[in-house]
């Protein structure tokens, strides 16, 4: 025992507190009155604690070391404020301290090692309270850390009686290596238990300053850890394990190294440079498979693989080289909000065990990161590269590796739980080899007036009529001449550089559009016919993706292209025998219809709901009514659930009421040739479905 001058204070006056720090368990005593006996001085930063005291009057069996430690604790301009415990004690109203601040104040301490904690603290619950007042041992009371740091301390004892525990290994950033016995904490209860002890850590207990920045979880978690080894390693000591190793040699055999850091009280893995990384790769692999995280966590672990982005570093249509380096970076994202992602290299950043990112809580990030990297390495055996750092963020593939992660690894790794984020490209078909249909017309301007309209003089423009066609092999937006196509499929490269781009050539694709070319030449057909060829081809008819179609002349000006005269749309104005007026957007709506109605296209009116697609609808047909040469036009069947035909008929009624409306629905409904007289003597048909 540590002697320490009696200081004038009665123990059954002072309150015993305890707090977590560097390694050690601290005790400390507040007293009700000042202490004038301090040894240290104020800083700076700090004030001394002015009715602070080291304990005195422990057992003899209670080692410890004098040290001293900063608290953020209440004050009321440099005056600490009483503990509830001692404010109970001497009778103060807690309301006098409403007016409180933090502050930094120091305190004289007794560091208990962590072998030592548990014992002195059951000791204290025994001896040490007030409640014992026939022990000359026992104190005024006991402070909420004291009794926080007890439950903490059974815990541990919980843990190791049910063998939750296992042995870890360390890396730091210089590479050097130390092993240690770590409580076990990841099952379901196991961590329950450990957050309801979290929650309930008082003020006090977090007070230090110190790396744990008051943060509850990490102060108790390396509590734990500290006690659990320590314990471990005496037991170890105790029963002589060390001797099982103690002729073998661990420079031959990595286990023997980490051994020897786990069975005596040396933490330090005696290996030589070369042996590091064999021996965390296979301590870390080991340690993934007690757990199998997948899609149970709050957090996933992900890859994500990304192109080289330097320029010049393949030419295009060109097989990469070896110095072309994809990379496969990590990272955790949160299962509830796929948005939050921290990345690896911010990972290793991060100080404290527990962190809370947008109100999603993180425990041990550096720990989950390379237990889930362990566990990818068991499925994708490239990423046992990165268990040999002590930091791993990412690792580098060549362009062969990088094709057979995405062809074949890439679907495992989902399969297992895991998050692979791709580059765009990879799942869609215009990063792929495929066909492109080229449609040749006649130059815009010989088909069409000075005023955007069919020239009467022309070839009827529409789906009817006739075109060129060939096809073009294409990788997305770019078209290979037949130079650039020999020159690719000689190259056999899986991923390559097309313009600018990175695609993937699948041997398969490249044969079937040799194959899809010579046996498809080109010719004549309807324009109608090309288009479903182009936008309907099914892959496994022709062996290769269409990607789409490229036309010309007055074909591409149809459709929007930019080769040849555009094709005007005609501003039709509002009939005169249509009783209303067109807003200028539905003026437009109608214009657009009867333009593509000329041309033979289908159409779609989108606007949304209210906005008159009935009136524009109405107009039109007034309209074709007006500008026939004879007034005829045969009858539109209009289809429109049930609860709306009363309301066409209104609108019809209101609109255009020359127009002769047709009801064709329910039993009363006509059939055969009276259907069709009927019809033949009406310009809107209405049924409904």
Known sequence: MIEVPEQGVERSAMVIHANWSNGFLHLWCEQPTPNHDHQIEATDDSLVHSHAARPVGLPAWVQGQERTLTLRLPAIEEEPVPSVTMSRLIGRDQDEDSAAVLREFTVPTLAIKPIDAGPVLEWLVEHGDSDHDDDEHAFGGLGAGIKYFV?????????????????????????????????????????????????????????????????????????????????????????????????????????????????????????????????????????????????SSDWVFGLRIAEPIADGLAADISRPDATVKWSLSFYLQSVDDEEIVLRASDIWLIQRERIVISGLTL?????????????????????????????????????????????????????????????????????????????????????????????????????????????????????????????????????????????????????????????????????????QLALASDSSQTGLPVTGLEATGW???????????????????????????????QSRGMSWMSFMEQFGFGACLADDMGLGKTIQMLALMVHERTVAPDGKVDPTLLVVPMSVIGNWMKEAQKFAPQLRVMVHHGVDRLTDDSFSEAASNSDLILTTY
């Open 151 to 295: 439950a903490a301390s059974r815990l541990a004892s919980h843990l190791l009686a049910g063998h939750r525990v296992v042995p870890m290994i360390l890396q730091d950033a210089q590479g050097e290596l130390s092993a240690g016995w770590w409580p076990w904490l990841s099952d379901p209860m196991t961590a329950a238990r450990v957050q309801k002890l979290v929650d309930s850590m008082p003020g006090v207990g977090r007070s230090v300053v110190n790396e744990h920045a008051h943060d509850a979880w990490s102060l108790t978690t390396d509590f734990l850890a500290a006690v659990t080894d320590a314990r471990c390693r005496s037991t170890m000591i105790r029963e002589e394990m060390h001797d099982t190793v103690e002729d073998a040699d661990p420079e031959s055999d990595p286990q023997v190294a980490w051994l020897l850091g786990l069975l005596d009280n040396t933490e330090e893995v005696p290996s030589v440079q070369g042996q590091r990384a064999d021996i965390v790769r296979k301590v870390r692999r080991w340690i993934s498979e007690l757990e199998d995280r997948g899609e």
């Open 363 to 531: 425990e041990n990030p550096q720990e989950l990161l390379m237990a889930e990297l362990g566990r990818a390495s068991r499925h994708y055996k490239k990423l046992e590269e990165a268990l040999d750092s002590s930091e791993p963020i990412e690792i580098l593939l060549d362009s062969q590796e990088a094709y057979a992660f995405l062809r074949e690894n890439k679907p495992i790794l989902e399969e297992q739980g895991f998050v692979v984020q791709s580059p765009p490209w990879w799942e869609s078909p215009s990063g792929r080899l495929g066909a492109r249909l080229k449609i040749e017309s006649d130059p815009a301007e010989t088909m069409f007036d000075e005023n955007g309209d069919p020239d009467g003089a022309a070839p009827q423009l529409g789906l009817n009529s006739l075109v060129g066609y060939h096809w073009e092999i294409a990788i997305g937006d770019t078209t290979l001449t037949l130079h650039e196509f020999e020159q690719l499929a000689q190259q056999n490269a899986p991923l390559v550089r097309i313009g600018g781009k990175w695609v993937e050539i699948r041997p398969e694709d490249v044969q079937n559009a040799i194959k899809f070319i010579g046996e498809n030449p080109g010719g004549e057909m309807e324009l109608g016919e090309a288009m």
């Open 555 to 585: 074909v591409a000006s149809l459709l929007g292209g930019e080769d040849g005269a555009s094709i005007k749309l005609p501003e039709l104005e509002t009939p005169e025998r249509f009783n209303g007026t067109l807003r200028p957007y």
